[in-house]
Nanobody, 125 residues
Framework: VQLQASGGGLVQAGDSLRLSCSAS????????MGWLRRSPGNEREFLAV????????YYASSVKDRFTISRDSAKRTVYLQMNSLRPEDTAVYYC???????????????????WGQGTQVTVSS
């Protein structure tokens, strides 16, 4: 599966932003989809994941209640709605796909086999 992330940009603290991730190639519906990020000097950080049919989601504590992940299977697109953005949210944001093999959602970067190219989000104070 090929992934293309978009929607990043420069915003001010407190603003909102919606990222999109379009998928092509293999069957989109066979993958759990996640969003992760990497800020300068840090490892990739898991943010959110949504199950194959969208019935289950899980969030990192750092973004829970501020970020919302969703998917539109007809459009083969996953979204990350980000509200109340903070300067510490500044990072390159990646969408990623993990083959659905069991009921457990992938919550660490190493569980994702397919990655998009990333989109930069910068939050100014």
């Amino acid at each position: 599966v090929q992934l293309q992330a978009s929607g990043g940009g420069l915003v001010q603290a407190g603003d909102s932003l919606r990222l999109s991730c379009s998928a092509s190639g293999r069957t989109f519906s066979g993958y759990d989809m996640g969003w992760l990020r990497r800020s300068p000097g840090n490892e990739r950080e898991f943010l959110a994941v949504i199950s194959v049919r969208g019935g289950s989601t899980y969030y990192a504590s750092s973004v829970k209640d501020r970020f919302t992940i969703s998917r539109d299977s007809a459009k083969r697109t996953v979204y990350l709605q980000m509200n109340s953005l903070r300067p510490e949210d500044t990072a390159v944001y990646y969408c990623a796909a993990s083959r659905d093999v069991d009921s457990r959602l992938p919550v660490v970067p190493s569980e994702y086999a397919y990655w998009g190219q990333g989109t930069q989000v910068t939050v100014s104070s």
